[in-house]
């Protein structure tokens, strides 16, 4: 018994070693060619050389590649939704800000635009006549049909998907940065048009990244359809570049300083 043990422990032994014998030696993960031996240049892009631009004196003003959409002084790039031959029916007031005219119909640009940075400031009604989604509702809408809402959120509970800042029965914003009524709120919005497939499908989502006042609240978020007040949203068919337009909803919202970039 004595033997058998002894003759196993050492056929187990030689087995082990046998094992061993056979692992290929360690070979150190280094590429064939090493960083150490490259030159700095040998990373560096230089040409097509990035284009320049001027920037605003501030982050309200267009850069030099925008395109102004409003600047205080006329409605020339906008139109009526109700009448597309006639001009926006809203007030301009001070030449500085442009005003909502309730019940006369939302406006629309004359362009379309598809990916973009868009930068619009806009103002809750200079009293509070109401609460819930009929203070201050307004919205701007990507390519005619993706709403982000404009609402005065200050102090004024109402469901969260359809505060300001939310994609409109979508995509509640992450925090309610909402300045108080008589200030003047910002959106700076990164826009992605949806992409369709060459039989119509959806290929990608539409996706939004927005700052309102300084503050992100929607974080590249996907758009998950056409807008709609009632039912699932969804994309129903495919489409191009499209206006974007501004909602009247029975407010007296203004709006200023609105830019644009294609992207
Ligand atoms: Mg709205």
């Known amino acids: ?77 906008w139109v009526s939704q109700r009448d597309k031959n006639k001009t926006a029916p809203w007030k ?21 635009f598809g990916d973009c940075q868009l930068h619009i400031e806009w103002s809750a009604p200079d ?3 109401a609460g819930g989604q009929n203070r201050g509702n307004s919205g701007v809408f990507f390519q005619n049909r993706y709403e982000l809402q404009i609402l ?38 990164i826009y992605t048009a949806p992409r369709f497939k060459a039989n ?10 927005v700052l309102h006042n300084g503050v992100l609240v929607q974080n590249n978020a996907t758009i998950n359809g056409l807008t709609l007040y009632i039912g699932l949203h969804n994309y129903p068919s495919a489409h191009g570049e499209d206006v974007i337009s501004l909602q009247d909803h029975g407010c007296k919202t203004q709006f200023r300083n609105i830019w644009i970039r294609k992207l």
């Open 127 to 129: 009293t509070v006549e």
């Open 152 to 189: 005065d959120s200050y102090n004024n509970r109402t469901y969260r998907n359809g505060q300001a800042g939310s994609i409109y029965k979508d995509h509640a914003p992450l925090v309610n940065a909402m300045r108080a009524p008589l200030e003047w709120n910002t959106y700076d919005v």
């Open 1 to 77: 018994m004595r033997l058998r043990f002894f003759v196993s422990a050492i056929a187990c032994l030689f087995s082990s070693l046998g094992a061993a014998a056979q692992q290929k030696p360690y070979v150190s993960p280094v590429p064939a060619t090493s960083p150490m031996t490259m030159k700095p240049e040998m990373t560096e892009i230089w040409n097509p050389e990035v284009k320049t631009i001027t920037p605003g004196k501030k982050d309200s003003e267009a850069p030099s590649d925008a395109i102004v959409l409003f600047n205080g002084k006329n409605l020339d790039q």
């Open 92 to 112: 301009i007031i001070n030449n500085d800000y442009m005003e909502v005219v309730p019940g006369s119909g939302g406006i629309e640009t004359k362009l379309s």
């Open 200 to 209: 119509g499908e959806l290929d990608a989502p539409a996706r939004i990244t």
